[in-house]
């Protein structure tokens, strides 16, 4: 059986060529909302809560997977440290989805700014004036509030009552959240930057996918700010940037 950790839009694009010649799939999501996307899919087994170490071991285990592709999003660093040991455990091949950076392209831009963890934000911001635009997601926000910038900062995150019980929790204000799922337009990007009157915006190098390239450009167009969190850098035997590439290496080796 195949094997796969989705945690990226392409999960569905993975999923749909492997229906070309297999069904023989087992599909773990961290959200039941993740599997929903993949209902039209055909595949043997779903499961839809996070799994740790020993949950996918089990996972490899029970359902005799012999290979498994890990899609999950480029973030998802403890999902891809556990799913590289749980196929060492077992001795199956690890396959890696990767989506390809996008900021390097925009290294000259003389506003961007790259810092490896986001306790480095507030050393680089701490003398910036004006409102931040923080597109780094729920999870993120103790990490944000915890800087205690002075600056006002609005959240965009996705409109889930989870999420937006987070936020209150937290203490943020209603008129500093945006409620909105990605990936967001270039456009609209740039309307919400206006809008609140944004000198900085904070995001992952999510890939194109993710909506990244989107907000570099509003960010370099209206002359604001770009704070990136840098992906940690992990070192894969075998790693794919490309759907199509990984579905032939899977159909090649099982």
Avoid: W
């Avoid at 993120?140 to 989870?162: D, F």
């Avoid at 990605?182 to 000198?199: D, H, T, V, W």
């Avoid at 992906?231 to 490309?242: A, E, L, P, Q």
């Amino acid at each position: 059986m195949i094997g796969l950790i989705l945690g990226t839009s392409e999960g569905k694009k993975i999923v749909s060529l492997l229906n070309e010649f297999t069904d023989d799939i087992f599909i773990s999501t961290a959200t039941h909302y993740g599997g929903q996307l993949l209902e039209k899919y055909k595949y043997k087994k779903l499961n839809t809560r996070p799994l740790d170490l020993e949950g996918i071991i089990k996972v490899i285990e029970d359902n005799e997977i012999n290979i498994l592709v890990d899609a999950s999003h480029p973030y998802a660093l403890e999902v891809t440290e556990n799913a590289m040991e749980a196929c060492r455990v077992c001795n199956i091949e690890y396959i890696r989805y990767e989506r390809p950076s996008v900021s390097s392209k925009y290294k000259e831009y003389e506003k961007l700014i790259e810092v490896e963890e986001y306790e480095d934000i507030y050393e680089k911001l701490k003398n910036v004036e004006g409102n931040i635009l923080n597109t780094t997601g729920s999870r993120n926000l103790k990490k944000i509030l915890n800087l205690n910038l002075t600056n006002r900062i609005i959240h965009r995150v996705l409109p889930s009552l989870k999420v937006m019980n987070e936020c209150f929790k937290a203490g943020i204000d209603i008129e500093d959240v945006i409620a909105i799922k990605g990936p967001i337009s270039y456009e609209l990007n740039c309307s919400f930057i206006r809008e609140y009157n944004a000198k900085v915006i904070m995001m992952k190098d999510s890939g194109v996918q993710g909506g990244t390239e989107e907000k570099l450009k509003a960010a370099v167009d209206l002359g604001i700010y770009a704070v990136i969190i840098k992906r940690k850098t992990i070192k894969y035997d075998n790693v794919f940037c490309n759907e199509e590439d990984i579905v032939f290496h899977v159909k090649e080796n099982i």
